[in-house]
């Protein structure tokens, strides 16, 4: 992950076995959540956070505190074909998949 650059207060934290990187304000798509929209969520998995004064700190795996978040929406990603064939054997399979996806507000770091 890149740093970010140009805010005074950062986040990373995990969910659903991957690595995000949150500000306050802005939202994040994250893998399919089982909340409703509007819904608070806390996520007690902070891995790291840069603080207003330039400090970051460490967790050794996570830190304490939370990080605090609503759900705005749920979406599915564009479809992504995975297609397999045998030559010369008439063997054929096409298979779709669309990803789910929720969007997340951070409120608090």
């Known amino acids: 992950m890149k740093p970010i650059k140009g ?3 950062y986040a990373i934290f995990q969910a659903g076995g991957k690595q995000y ?4 304000g802005k939202t994040v798509a994250i893998d399919l959540l089982d909340a409703q929209p509007g ?3 806390d996520f007690d998995t902070v891995m790291l956070r840069k603080t207003g004064e330039g ?3 460490i967790g050794k795996p996570f830190l304490t505190g939370t990080l605090r978040a609503s759900v705005v929406k749920h979406f599915k990603d564009k479809k992504v074909i995975a ?3 045998k030559r010369r054997k ?3 399979v096409k298979r779709g998949h669309r990803q789910q996806y929720t969007i997340i ?3 608090a770091i």
């Open 105 to 107: 507000r951070i409120e």
């Open 7 to 9: 805010f005074e207060r």
């Open 90 to 92: 008439k063997v054929q």
């Open 39 to 41: 819904d608070k969520i």
């Open 21 to 24: 990187q949150a500000i306050e």
């Open 55 to 57: 400090a970051f700190e």
């Open 83 to 85: 297609f397999r064939f």
